[in-house]
T-cell receptor, first 112, second 113 residues
Framework: DAGVTQSPTHLIKTRGQQVTLRCSPKSGHDTVSWYQQALGQGPQFIFQYYEEEERQRGNFPDRFSGHQFPNYSSELNVNALLLGDSALYLC???????????FGQGTRLTVV | QQQVKQSPQSLIVQKGGISIINCAYENTAFDYFPWYQQFPGKGPALLIAIRPDVSEKKEGRFTISFNKSAKQFSLHIMDSQPGDSATYFCAASEMDSSYKLIFGSGTRLLVRP
């Protein structure tokens, strides 16, 4: 059983560019959440998707947007990249009825 | 009110010793408290979790102690091993917020052989 998979593993972008990160949830899971983890800090909640709708949103600007597809996979898009967007982006999947969330290995985004 | 405060920031323990990490929260609506373990370059892995209706939960060498009145909970790692060396995060969530996780700042644990 494949767990949560994220792609790409690493990414380098230039300030002002746009980036798309991808996530495939654990088999059987229907809910996907995205987190940003800056170096040396705990993950910060960005948003959560269920039934292709944004269900909850954290304190992140509109430059951060997402999408969930009918197969429950998800994308995180960040526009107009800033140096401060450099972080590990984590995807977590769960069942909408469950508390347990399982994380992928993350995508390390570096903005130069 | 959404914060979860975690201490210590770092911890060094000898092999075989007990590692203790503490967390405190303010939001009394939180009803789920997991602990995650993260190795460098990896995503957090769910270690153990507790709900506020119990005061203690044990899984192998890992135990969560929960004090609802003090709004505090802690992770105890018994017989700590060098392989336990990692960063540990406490977290909290509530059903009304779709169980989005609010994480502590993390504790870097080093277990010396």
């Amino acid at each position: 059983d494949a767990g949560v998979t994220q792609s790409p593993t690493h990414l380098i972008k230039t300030r002002g560019q746009q980036v798309t990160l991808r996530c495939s949830p654990k088999s059987g899971h229907d809910t996907v959440s995205w987190y940003q983890q800056a170096l040396g800090q705990g993950p910060q909640f960005i948003f959560q998707y269920y039934e292709e709708e944004e269900r909850q949103r954290g304190n992140f600007p509109d430059r951060f947007s997402g999408h969930q597809f009918p197969n429950y996979s998800s994308e995180l898009n960040v526009n107009a990249l800033l140096l401060g967007d450099s972080a590990l982006y984590l995807c977590a999947s769960s069942l909408v009825s469950s508390t347990e969330a399982f994380f992928g290995q993350g995508t390390r985004l570096t903005v130069v | 009110q959404q914060q979860v405060k975690q201490s210590p920031q770092s911890l060094i323990v000898q092999k075989g010793g007990i590692s203790i990490i503490n967390c405190a929260y303010e939001n009394t609506a939180f009803d789920y408290f997991p602990w995650y373990q993260q190795f460098p370059g990896k995503g957090p892995a769910l270690l153990i979790a507790i709900r506020p209706d119990v005061s203690e939960k044990k899984e192998g060498r890992f135990t969560i102690s929960f004090n609802k009145s003090a709004k505090q909970f802690s992770l105890h790692i018994m017989d700590s091993q060098p392989g336990d060396s990692a960063t540990y995060f406490c977290a909290a969530s509530e059903m009304d917020s779709s169980y989005k996780l609010i994480f502590g700042s993390g504790t870097r644990l080093l277990v010396r052989p």
